[in-house]
C-alpha cells in the first residue's frame, strides 16, 4: 500500500480529483491480472437487460464462433490480417514486420553457466547477484534479471566476485605456463585465445591482441598475474556480460558502419546480413539453448556463413538440442515464466504469518518445475498436458509455495501468491498493483486506509479471502486472485498436504471449483492457456516481450503456435515443436531494425491512466478485418464486455451481434465508481459514451482504472484502439 493520505478538501471536485492519483492497495501487491473498473469484471456488472444464457448461449474461447464478427471461425490475427497465417509470412501490413530485441545482459545464473562452461571452474559466486526487483504485468518476463543495468548496484558486486573468480581461473591456467619472460607471454596468448573468442563471441583476433596489452604491464610478476589481470578485463567488459541485440546501436558505439553485404548494396533491416549479424545469430541460439556463451563450433559455422543455409541451421540446432548443456534450457524457462528468479522465502503454514528463507527449497522448486516442462520440451508431451496431475504445474512446489509481494504489511499470502501465477503464467492476464479508489470507498476502510492498516492485526488468510472477494472497492479484482489459491487449500505453503478442516466451497469466476483437477479443467476450459504458454515462451526466446495486444505482429506470432498447423505426425503440438518452430523463424534470424521497448506495466496511479489517448485515424477500410468480438475477449476487463452466462466467467463472448447488444443493455453496477452514469453506451452523444471515455481517459473518467487488461490504452495496438472506438459509435448510432 501507498501511504498517502486522504484528500481533505471540501470541494467534491477536488476530491474527486484527487482520488483519482491516490493509490491505496487493498491486497498484497498484484503483479499480474486484470484491471477492475466501474466496480464490475467477470459478470460484475449489471446485466439485467442482457439477453440470457439461452438467448444468447455462450461461445468457449476455442469454439468457431469466438468473437468473429460475422459468427464465423475466427481465423483473423489481427488488424491487416484476414487469415490464419504463418510464423512470418502474409501481410503486408508495415506493422506486421518482425520486431527487435534490446539489448541486454546475462542473468546472474547465465553468466555463472558461461564462466563454468569456458573455464571449467565453479562459478557458483555469480548467482549470488542481487535478485531482480518484482514489478508487474507481462513485461517483466523479459525484463526481470536481465535489466541493462550499468549501476554500482550490479557492477560493485560483479567486479568484487570477478575479481575472486579471476584469481582462481588464473591459478588454473597458469599451472603449465613458464614464470616469466616471452615463452609465459606466449602461454598466456594460447590460454586465452579460445576463452576470448567465447566469451567476447568473436573470431576477431584482435580481442587477443587487445587481452595482451592488459597483461603486458604485468609480465615482471609472471604468467599468474597477467593471466589474473587479462581474466579479471575479459570478463568485467560489456563485450561479456551484454547481449548485443541491436546491431545499428553497437555499430555506431564502435564506429564501424552498419552490418551489410560485402559489396556495400542496401538491403532492408529485416535482411541483414554479415559478420554482426552472424555472431548474433550464434549468441541468440547459445543464450536460448544452453543459457550460455557460443562454443567455437557453433562462431565457427555463423562466421563462415553456414548457418544463413536453412538446412544447415536446423542441423545446428538438433546439435545444440543433443548436448547435456541443453537441460538448461527448461530449467531457466521455468524460472521465468513461473517467476522463481526471487528471494527464497516460503509460509509453512497459512495457521501463521511466519515466513522462512530456505534457498535449497527454492532451487528444489525451479529443478521439479524444470522436470515437468521438460516432459513437453523433449519428452513429447502436449502442451496442456503440463496441467495434467499428478505431477503437474498446479501441485508443483513452485506454485504452491508462491507468496505475494511484499507490501504494507503483506507479501506473505499463499492463496493471492498462488492466484497470482496462475493469472499470469497461465492466462496471460495482468492486474495493476493497486486500484484508484474514490475517497468514500477506503476511507477507514480496515485494509485500504493506511492509518489503520498500519495499526491492526493483519487478519487470517481464511478472513482476508472473505472480506475481499465480498468488499466493494476489492471483490472485483480478488474473486480472481484468491478464489484460485483457496480451490487448493489442502496444501501447505510448502506444498505438502494440509489438514482437510471444514471449507465453503470456492467460486472462480462464477464456477465452483476445488482441487487441483478440476482447477485445471477450469483453466483449459477458458481457451487461453495454450495461447499463454506461446506467449511466454516466444517472451523467452526472441528475449523481448511479446505482447498480443499490443501489436498485430505479436498476435500473428502467438496464434500461428498456438492455432497453427500441427507437426508432421499429426499429433498435438509440444513445447519443443514450438521452439524448433520459433528458432527457425524470421523474427529470431533476422529480426527487424524497430526495436521493442516495452516497460513494465505502471501503477494504478500513473499518468498513463489518466492523461487522454485519442485513437488515430483509421478508415472504414483499415477497420474491415476487426474483430470487436476477440477485441473484447482479449482485452477489456469488464464483465459488461463478457457477460454472466459464461461457464468461465470472463472468457467468453458469442459474434460482434451479441457484443453489441450487451453493452447497449449494460449498466454500471449502482455501487460502483461509476454509478452516476446512466449507460456504457450513448445513442444520443455516441463520441462521449462512457465505455469510449474510459478507453481514451482511463482513470479520468469515474476514478478508476480503465477496463483494458494491461497497461491501459498505450497497451494496446493503436488501430484496434482506434477501430474499437469507431465500432462502438456505431454501435451506439444502431449499427
Same mark, same amino acid.
Given at each position: 500500500?501507498?501511504?498517502?493520505?486522504?484528500?481533505?478538501?471540501?470541494?467534491?471536485?477536488?476530491?474527486?480529483? *484527487?482520488?483519482?492519483?491516490?493509490?491505496?492497495?487493498?491486497?498484497?501487491?498484484?503483479?499480474?491480472?486484470?484491471?477492475?473498473?466501474?466496480?464490475?469484471?467477470?459478470?460484475?456488472?449489471?446485466?439485467?437487460?442482457?439477453?440470457?444464457?439461452?438467448?444468447?448461449? @455462450?461461445?468457449?474461447?476455442?469454439?468457431?464462433?469466438?468473437?468473429?464478427?460475422?459468427?464465423?471461425?475466427?481465423?483473423?490475427?489481427?488488424?491487416?490480417?484476414?487469415?490464419?497465417?504463418?510464423?512470418?509470412?502474409?501481410?503486408? =501490413?508495415?506493422?506486421?514486420?518482425?520486431?527487435?530485441?534490446?539489448?541486454?545482459?546475462?542473468?546472474?545464473?547465465?553468466?555463472?553457466?558461461?564462466?563454468?562452461?569456458?573455464?571449467?571452474?565453479?562459478?557458483?559466486?555469480?548467482?549470488?547477484?542481487?535478485?531482480?526487483?518484482?514489478?508487474?504485468?507481462?513485461? @517483466?518476463?523479459?525484463?526481470?534479471?536481465?535489466?541493462?543495468?550499468?549501476?554500482? *548496484?550490479?557492477?560493485?558486486?560483479?567486479?568484487?566476485?570477478?575479481?575472486?573468480?579471476?584469481?582462481?581461473?588464473?591459478?588454473?591456467?597458469?599451472?603449465?605456463?613458464?614464470?616469466?619472460? !616471452?615463452?609465459?607471454?606466449?602461454?598466456?596468448?594460447?590460454?586465452?585465445?579460445?576463452?576470448?573468442?567465447?566469451?567476447?563471441?568473436?573470431?576477431?583476433?584482435?580481442?587477443?591482441?587487445?587481452?595482451?596489452?592488459?597483461?603486458?604491464?604485468?609480465?615482471?610478476?609472471?604468467?599468474?598475474?597477467?593471466?589474473?589481470?587479462?581474466?579479471?578485463?575479459?570478463?568485467?567488459?560489456?563485450?561479456?556480460?551484454?547481449?548485443?541485440?541491436?546491431?545499428?546501436?553497437?555499430?555506431?558505439?564502435?564506429?564501424?558502419?552498419?552490418?551489410?553485404?560485402?559489396?556495400?548494396?542496401?538491403?532492408?533491416?529485416?535482411?541483414?546480413?554479415?559478420?554482426?549479424?552472424?555472431?548474433?545469430?550464434?549468441?541468440?541460439?547459445?543464450?536460448?539453448?544452453?543459457?550460455?556463451?557460443?562454443?567455437?563450433?557453433?562462431?565457427?559455422?555463423?562466421?563462415?556463413?553456414?548457418?544463413?543455409?536453412?538446412?544447415?541451421?536446423?542441423?545446428?540446432?538438433?546439435?545444440?538440442?543433443?548436448?547435456?548443456?541443453?537441460?538448461?534450457?527448461?530449467?531457466?524457462?521455468?524460472?521465468?515464466?513461473?517467476?522463481?528468479?526471487?528471494?527464497?522465502?516460503?509460509?509453512?503454514?497459512?495457521?501463521?504469518?511466519?515466513?522462512?528463507?530456505?534457498?535449497?527449497?527454492?532451487?528444489?522448486?525451479?529443478?521439479?518445475?524444470?522436470?515437468?516442462? $521438460?516432459?513437453?520440451?523433449?519428452?513429447?508431451?502436449?502442451?496442456?498436458?503440463?496441467?495434467?496431475? @499428478?505431477?503437474?504445474?498446479?501441485?508443483? +512446489?513452485?506454485?504452491?509455495?508462491?507468496?505475494?509481494?511484499?507490501?504494507?504489511?503483506?507479501?506473505?499470502?499463499?492463496?493471492?501468491?498462488?492466484?497470482?501465477?496462475?493469472?499470469?503464467?497461465?492466462?496471460?492476464?495482468?492486474?495493476?498493483?493497486?486500484?484508484?479508489?474514490?475517497?468514500?470507498?477506503?476511507?477507514?476502510?480496515?485494509?485500504?486506509?493506511?492509518?489503520?492498516?498500519?495499526?491492526?492485526?493483519?487478519?487470517?488468510?481464511?478472513?482476508?479471502?472473505?472480506?475481499?472477494?465480498?468488499?466493494?472497492?476489492?471483490? *472485483?479484482?480478488?474473486?480472481?486472485?484468491?478464489?484460485?489459491?483457496?480451490?487448493?487449500?489442502?496444501? =501447505?505453503?510448502?506444498?505438502?498436504?494440509?489438514?482437510?478442516?471444514?471449507?465453503?466451497?470456492?467460486?472462480?469466476?462464477?464456477?465452483?471449483?476445488?482441487?487441483?483437477?478440476?482447477?485445471?479443467?477450469?483453466?483449459?476450459?477458458?481457451?487461453?492457456?495454450?495461447?499463454?504458454?506461446?506467449?511466454?515462451?516466444?517472451?523467452?526466446?526472441?528475449?523481448?516481450?511479446?505482447?498480443?495486444?499490443?501489436?498485430?505482429?505479436?498476435?500473428?506470432?502467438?496464434?500461428?503456435?498456438?492455432?497453427?498447423?500441427? @507437426?508432421?505426425?499429426?499429433?498435438?503440438?509440444?513445447?519443443?515443436?514450438?521452439?524448433?518452430?520459433?528458432?527457425?523463424?524470421?523474427?529470431?534470424?533476422?529480426?527487424?531494425?524497430?526495436?521493442?521497448? =516495452?516497460?513494465?506495466?505502471?501503477?494504478?496511479?500513473?499518468?498513463?491512466?489518466?492523461?487522454?489517448?485519442?485513437?488515430?485515424?483509421?478508415?472504414?477500410?483499415?477497420?474491415?478485418?476487426?474483430?470487436?468480438?476477440?477485441?473484447?475477449? =482479449?482485452?477489456?476487463?469488464?464483465?459488461?464486455?463478457?457477460?454472466?452466462?459464461?461457464?468461465?466467467?470472463?472468457?467468453?463472448?458469442?459474434?460482434?451481434?451479441?457484443?453489441?447488444?450487451?453493452?447497449?443493455?449494460?449498466?454500471?453496477?449502482?455501487?460502483?465508481?461509476?454509478?452516476? $452514469?446512466?449507460?456504457?453506451?450513448?445513442?444520443?452523444?455516441?463520441?462521449?459514451?462512457?465505455?469510449?471515455?474510459?478507453?481514451?481517459?482511463?482513470?479520468?473518467?469515474?476514478?478508476?482504472?480503465?477496463?483494458?487488461?494491461?497497461?491501459? +490504452?498505450?497497451?494496446?495496438?493503436?488501430?484496434?484502439?482506434?477501430?474499437?472506438?469507431?465500432?462502438?459509435?456505431?454501435? !451506439?448510432?444502431?449499427?
Amino acid at each position: 500500500m501507498a501511504g498517502q493520505q486522504p484528500a481533505g478538501s471540501g470541494d467534491p471536485a477536488a476530491r474527486r480529483r *484527487a482520488s483519482v492519483r491516490r493509490v491505496e492497495a487493498c491486497f498484497g501487491p498484484v503483479l499480474v491480472a486484470i484491471f477492475a473498473w466501474a466496480g464490475c469484471a467477470a459478470g460484475g456488472c449489471s446485466q439485467a437487460r442482457e439477453r440470457t444464457p439461452a438467448q444468447a448461449p @455462450p461461445v468457449p474461447l476455442g469454439s468457431p464462433a469466438r468473437g468473429a464478427s460475422d459468427g464465423a471461425a475466427l481465423r483473423a490475427a489481427g488488424p491487416g490480417v484476414a487469415q490464419s497465417l504463418a510464423l512470418d509470412g502474409g501481410g503486408d =501490413d508495415a506493422r506486421d514486420a518482425p520486431r527487435g530485441s534490446p539489448d541486454r545482459r546475462l542473468t546472474r545464473f547465465e553468466l555463472a553457466y558461461a564462466v563454468g562452461d569456458v573455464f571449467e571452474v565453479d562459478a557458483s559466486p555469480l548467482r549470488s547477484l542481487p535478485w531482480p526487483s518484482a514489478s508487474i504485468g507481462d513485461v @517483466p518476463d523479459i525484463l526481470v534479471g536481465r535489466q541493462l543495468d550499468r549501476s554500482d *548496484a550490479f557492477r560493485g558486486p560483479y567486479r568484487r566476485i570477478v575479481h575472486g573468480l579471476a584469481d582462481t581461473i588464473s591459478a588454473r591456467l597458469a599451472a603449465t605456463c613458464r614464470s616469466a619472460g !616471452a615463452p609465459a607471454m606466449e602461454c598466456v596468448r594460447a590460454r586465452l585465445a579460445d576463452p576470448a573468442a567465447r566469451l567476447w563471441r568473436t573470431l576477431d583476433p584482435g580481442a587477443l591482441d587487445e587481452l595482451e596489452q592488459v597483461a603486458r604491464p604485468h609480465a615482471a610478476e609472471g604468467a599468474r598475474a597477467m593471466l589474473r589481470a587479462a581474466v579479471e578485463r575479459l570478463l568485467d567488459d560489456e563485450r561479456f556480460f551484454v547481449l548485443q541485440l541491436e546491431l545499428e546501436r553497437a555499430a555506431d558505439a564502435a564506429g564501424r558502419e552498419h552490418p551489410g553485404p560485402p559489396s556495400g548494396e542496401a538491403v532492408p533491416r529485416r535482411q541483414a546480413t554479415g559478420q554482426p549479424a552472424r555472431r548474433r545469430l550464434a549468441n541468440r541460439l547459445a543464450l536460448v539453448l544452453w543459457s550460455s556463451v557460443p562454443d567455437l563450433t557453433l562462431l565457427r559455422h555463423a562466421e563462415s556463413g553456414a548457418l544463413d543455409d536453412p538446412a544447415l541451421l536446423r542441423a545446428e540446432i538438433a546439435r545444440m538440442r543433443s548436448d547435456p548443456r541443453f537441460a538448461r534450457f527448461a530449467r531457466e524457462l521455468a524460472r521465468q515464466w513461473l517467476r522463481l528468479d526471487r528471494p527464497p522465502l516460503f509460509r509453512p503454514s497459512l495457521a501463521e504469518r511466519r515466513l522462512v528463507s530456505d534457498p535449497r527449497r527454492l532451487d528444489a522448486s525451479v529443478e521439479a518445475a524444470a522436470r515437468i516442462l $521438460e516432459k513437453s520440451v523433449s519428452g513429447g508431451a502436449p502442451v496442456p498436458e503440463l496441467l495434467s496431475e @499428478p505431477g503437474g504445474l498446479l501441485t508443483s +512446489a513452485a506454485l504452491l509455495g508462491a507468496i505475494s509481494t511484499e507490501i504494507r504489511g503483506g507479501g506473505d499470502e499463499s492463496w493471492l501468491g498462488r492466484g497470482l501465477v496462475v493469472q499470469s503464467a497461465f492466462l496471460c492476464r495482468s492486474f495493476p498493483l493497486a486500484a484508484i479508489y474514490p475517497l468514500a470507498l477506503w476511507q477507514d476502510h480496515p485494509l485500504l486506509d493506511p492509518h489503520l492498516a498500519a495499526t491492526t492485526r493483519r487478519p487470517p488468510e481464511p478472513a482476508m479471502l472473505a472480506t475481499r472477494t465480498e468488499d466493494g472497492p476489492c471483490w *472485483a479484482c480478488h474473486r480472481q486472485l484468491e478464489t484460485i489459491g483457496a480451490a487448493l487449500w489442502m496444501f =501447505d505453503g510448502l506444498g505438502r498436504s494440509a489438514s482437510r478442516g471444514p471449507h465453503a466451497p470456492v467460486s472462480v469466476a462464477g464456477q465452483s471449483v476445488e482441487g487441483p483437477r478440476e482447477l485445471a479443467r477450469w483453466i483449459l476450459g477458458t481457451g487461453r492457456f495454450e495461447a499463454c504458454a506461446a506467449q511466454k515462451l516466444a517472451t523467452y526466446v526472441l528475449a523481448r516481450a511479446v505482447l498480443p495486444l499490443k501489436r498485430s505482429a505479436d498476435r500473428r506470432l502467438v496464434d500461428d503456435l498456438s492455432t497453427g498447423a500441427k @507437426p508432421a505426425a499429426g499429433n498435438e503440438p509440444t513445447l519443443g515443436d514450438w521452439l524448433e518452430r520459433l528458432l527457425q523463424s524470421e523474427s529470431f534470424r533476422q529480426p527487424g531494425a524497430p526495436v521493442v521497448r =516495452d516497460v513494465p506495466t505502471p501503477l494504478a496511479s500513473s499518468n498513463d491512466y489518466v492523461t487522454p489517448r485519442p485513437p488515430v485515424a483509421a478508415s472504414p477500410r483499415a477497420c474491415a478485418s476487426f474483430s470487436p468480438g476477440r477485441f473484447l475477449v =482479449d482485452a477489456c476487463g469488464s464483465g459488461a464486455c463478457h457477460g454472466p452466462g459464461s461457464p468461465t466467467g470472463a472468457f467468453a463472448v458469442a459474434d460482434a451481434a451479441t457484443a453489441a447488444a450487451r453493452l447497449r443493455a449494460a449498466e454500471p453496477r449502482p455501487d460502483g465508481y461509476c454509478a452516476d $452514469e446512466p449507460k456504457l453506451i450513448d445513442a444520443a452523444r455516441p463520441a462521449e459514451s462512457l465505455i469510449i471515455r474510459k478507453v481514451t481517459a482511463g482513470g479520468a473518467v469515474c476514478g478508476a482504472p480503465m477496463p483494458v487488461v494491461g497497461g491501459g +490504452a498505450k497497451s494496446l495496438d493503436p488501430l484496434d484502439h482506434a477501430c474499437f472506438v469507431r465500432w462502438v459509435e456505431g454501435v !451506439a448510432r444502431g449499427g
